[in-house]
C-alpha cells in the first residue's frame, strides 16, 4: 500500500489509503482526491474516486491465475484469477457461509 500511495503521489494524484489485514480476504481502499473534478465528471472538487482492492490471502486449491499488462496511462501488470476460478470462489462461498 505504501508502493501504491508513493507512486500516486508521483503521478500527481492526492490519494488516501485506508485498509484492514485483520482477516484472510484483505481489503483496501484507494481514494484519489480532485480526480473527478479535473475530469470533468462532476462539479465539487471535494468528491472522491474510491477503488476498492480484495486480496485473498488464502486462496482456494486449484485456482489459477493470470498476470494482465495494463497499458493505460501507466504501464503495470495486473494478478488475478481467471474467471472460472472466481466463479467457483463464489459458489464455495455461497455453500460454506454458516448464514442465510
Known amino acids: 500500500m505504501t508502493k501504491i500511495k508513493r507512486d500516486l503521489v508521483q503521478l500527481g494524484f492526492e490519494a488516501e489509503l485506508a485498509r484492514n489485514d485483520r482477516k484472510t480476504v484483505q481489503v483496501a481502499w484507494i481514494r484519489i482526491l480532485k480526480l473527478l473534478a479535473e475530469a470533468g465528471v462532476v462539479d465539487r472538487t471535494e468528491q472522491k474516486l ?13 485456482a489459477q491465475m493470470l498476470k494482465t499488462i495494463v497499458n493505460r496511462r501507466v504501464i503495470f501488470a495486473l494478478r488475478h484469477h481467471d474467471l472460472p476460478s472466481l466463479m467457483a470462489g463464489k459458489v464455495h462461498a455461497l455453500m460454506s457461509r454458516p448464514y442465510a
Open 50 to 62: 474510491s477503488v476498492k482492492l480484495e486480496i485473498d490471502t488464502n486462496p482456494p486449491q486449484g
